[in-house]
């Protein structure tokens, strides 16, 4: 019964589904890429604005409220008993212990538009140049992290995804399942204890090997520090995109384009790649850029587990060391990160799909 | 397939006597007769009974009690015919086979089971747990210790069971404060005009636009760390993905022409919101409130395993995790191992809780 209704819609379906396609491939306006992504970037760019503005004024509400006494936190524990009461007053007033919060707020959003961060309590230098230090390895740890997942992912869905039901799907399915539930650190965890103490393949911590001149670090140590962390992030990463695409897989094997080409006598691996591609990479674009969040958080997380010198780690010293400027700085950072890949996952979404630039053309506000 | 044609034979005698006057439908059934599959035939020649129910009142009685009688083995047997391949007659199953819905209501009521029992077991062994031995430690796992022991001679196991206990507490208290806020404001995003709206879903794009960790350390640091900070920060930081789901659900609930009828009939939108849209999100929403569990714990004992969250001395899987870190290279791999496992355990069985739940909440999967 169901055989005989698809065979029915069987003529006239890839027809519908391509028609608007080779509208938009044979659309009259050549620019009409560049402008989409001009003005994706000009309506990014205001809410970034905004974006950045809030998330400034919580993050800094949120460490204005912390009962860290700042003058006990700067002069440290020692200093602080042997001060006079004047001289803490004195501190007390220095560091704006009496001024309201937005007063402070003002102030500190005045000197970051002039470019300067405040100074970090816990690394004695400026926030921008800690976090100009430390973000070259955790991006270079994210980065190789989030590429790694995110084409293992591709795979592993579209594995799964082709032999629905069978052993290798099931295997894929409980796998994703499992590193859903299974927390980075105690990954990374596990990865130590038998990749760096059992085997010693690799370094037990670190980015560069220790005692040895950064002059005279070469590429390959980076790498070779770099590999056990970014292979937890990565395997934990793999779980979201694999189960997402294996959903679309599904979908797209039963679609009417893949069954037309498979009447025309094309493989199933064939079909999938001449026909399949471009609508599976979609979503998992969008869920790759948009699980920059995530992995932001797996590194933090990472990053102490291997005592990897990274942002991450910059922000638990700060966070336990009442380093606020240092927090509020690095909190930024991470906003920025994060709204920088939804944005570029719109762009790439524009490009990739050109049904998505026409939409945007005219349901644009 | 054989009793089939005989049953067919006798449908079709009784359809014959009905068409007399209602011969389309005959000229249907005869069509199906040849190629058609079974099923097919079957529909097609009930329809000229129905039809003729209305023509021959008289004989009406009778005919009905044949016809009921012969209703009840198609439905039985109906599967059977489906498949065609001629299956043997009354195929049973070989392996006796729970009902899906039945199996899934016991996962999901061992789970709850298995996870209150932790919780209560955990509070019991709780001044055990920290009770040290040194003349036991650094245990690899034993029968008398199961997980072995720490450089303290503390037991694992014992330690373990503890800590996942207040984990399961912290995220029990986290869903329930998350999911209040979620459904507050997903109910006001959805209710109280495009205003709200767009202030609601501003919020929830602010709150996922940090990094969840992010998050957690500056609330936590805002409350000067700690149990209570902590908690509050996981509290206070899970509702938008709810809170998403419930504004869209209104928004749908919305539509519907009962809430419409209920505005047209002069009810206040707080009284539509309680009485008519509320149970209608709410097995969405108790669905969404398990699944917060596991995300709440992770984060808990990711929070604590960083050192913002509980003291040293307090069982909790975060501090047992950051302090095997130390004892790690001296190839103490128990105290990494099992509770770690312990962890993932309790996530998957609030997991296999809410999704069988789910399963069975939801019209779409509910007979899978």
């Known amino acids: 019964m169901t055989e005989d209704v698809q065979q029915e819609g069987l003529p006239d379906g890839p027809l519908q589904e391509e028609a608007p396609w080779q509208a938009v491939a044979g659309d009259p306006s050549p620019g009409s890429r560049r402008h989409f992504v001009v003005r994706l970037v000009l309506g990014g760019l205001a809410r970034f604005v905004c974006l950045m503005l809030a998330v400034s004024i919580v993050v800094f509400v949120l460490v204005g409220l912390s009962p860290i006494d700042p003058v006990q936190a700067n002069v440290g524990q020692a200093a602080f008993i042997n001060m006079s009461e004047e001289k803490r007053a004195d501190l007390a007033h220095y560091w704006g212990k009496d001024t309201p919060l937005w007063e402070r707020y003002i102030g500190w959003a005045g000197s970051v538009l002039a470019g300067d961060m405040g100074m970090s309590l816990r690394y004695n230098a400026p926030v921008a140049s800690v976090i100009g230090a430390y973000a070259g390895n955790s991006l270079l740890l994210m980065a190789l992290a989030w590429v790694a997942s995110g084409i293992l992912g591709f795979l592993l869905g579209i594995a799964a995804g082709m032999n629905q039901g069978r052993l290798a799907d099931r295997l894929i399915k409980g796998y994703c399942f499992m590193l859903a539930s299974t927390p980075a650190f105690w990954l990374g965890l596990v990865f130590l204890a038998v990749f760096a103490v059992w085997l010693g393949w690799f370094p037990f911590g670190f980015s560069v090997p220790i005692g040895v001149a950064s002059s005279q670090v070469t590429f390959a140590d980076t790498l070779h520090h770099l590999f056990l962390p970014a292979m937890t992030l990565s395997v934990v990463g793999v779980a979201n995109i694999a189960l997402h695409t294996r959903e679309k897989t599904i979908d797209v094997m039963q679609s009417e384009y893949i069954r037309f080409a498979l009447a025309r006598g094309e493989g199933r691996l064939g079909a999938l790649f001449h026909h399949g591609l471009r609508n599976l990479a979609l979503p998992a674009i969008t869920l790759q850029f948009a699980a920059i969040s995530e992995i932001f958080g797996g590194s933090v997380l990472v990053e102490q587990v291997f005592s990897y010198p990274g942002l991450g780690k910059a922000a638990v010293t700060a966070g336990l060391g009442g380093d606020a400027t240092l927090l509020v700085g690095i909190a930024l950072f991470s906003a920025a990160l994060v709204f920088g890949g939804n944005l570029l996952a719109d762009i790439i979404y524009g490009i990739i799909d050109p049904r998505m630039r026409k939409r945007g053309a005219h349901g644009q506000g | ?368």
């Not at chain 2, 900070?229 to 022409?257: D, F, K």
């Open chain 2, 1 to 368: 397939m054989a009793r089939d044609d005989v049953r067919e034979g006798t449908l079709r005698r009784e359809s014959r006597k009905n068409t007399a006057k209602a011969g389309r439908g005959v000229a249907k059934a005869d069509a199906g007769e040849g190629t058609a599959p079974a099923r097919w035939a079957r529909t097609a020649m009930l329809k000229p009974k129905a039809l003729a129910n209305d023509d021959f009142r008289e004989e009406a009685a009778p005919a009905r009690w044949a016809r009921t009688a012969m209703l009840k083995p198609m439905a039985l047997t109906n599967d059977d015919a489906g498949e065609g391949a001629a299956p043997p007659l009354l195929h049973r199953p070989k392996k006796l086979r729970l009902n899906n819905r039945v199996r899934t209501l016991a996962l999901f009521v061992c789970a709850t089971l298995a996870l209150a029992t932790l919780v209560v077991v955990g509070i019991y062994v709780g001044a055990e747990a920290s009770g040290s031995d040194f003349q036991q430690k650094n245990l690899a796992p034993v029968p008398q210790h199961l997980f072995g022991t720490d450089w303290m001679g503390r037991d694992m196991f014992l330690r373990t069971v503890a800590g996942m206990s207040t984990s399961v507490l912290v995220g029990l208290f986290a869903a329930g404060a998350s999911s209040v806020i979620a459904l507050v404001l997903g109910l006001v995003a959805a209710l109280g005009g495009r205003k709200a709206d767009a202030a609601v879903s501003w919020l929830i794009d602010l709150m996922m636009g940090l990094p969840h960790i992010i998050l957690l350390i500056l609330v936590s640091f805002a409350l000067g760390k700690g149990f209570w900070g902590v908690a509050i920060g996981v509290a206070l930081t899970h509702w938008p993905g709810l809170a998403r789901i419930v504004r869209a659900e209104v928004l749908q609930c919305r539509q519907a022409a009962y809430v419409t009828a209920a505005s047209r009939l002069g009810q206040g939108r707080l009284r539509i919101a309680l009485r008519h849209m509320v149970p209608q999100i709410l097995p969405q929403f108790l669905v969404g409130l398990i699944l917060l569990f596991p995300h709440a714990i992770l984060h808990e004992a990711a929070l604590t395993f960083l050192g913002f969250g509980l003291s040293p001395e307090q069982p909790a899987i975060g501090i047992i995790l950051s302090e095997s870190m130390n004892y790690l290279s001296a190839g103490m791999w128990w105290l990494a191992v099992f509770p770690g496992c312990a962890l993932i355990a309790t996530v998957l069985l609030f997991d296999g809780a809410g999704s069988g739940l789910r399963r069975l909440i939801s019209p779409r999967s509910t007979q899978e």
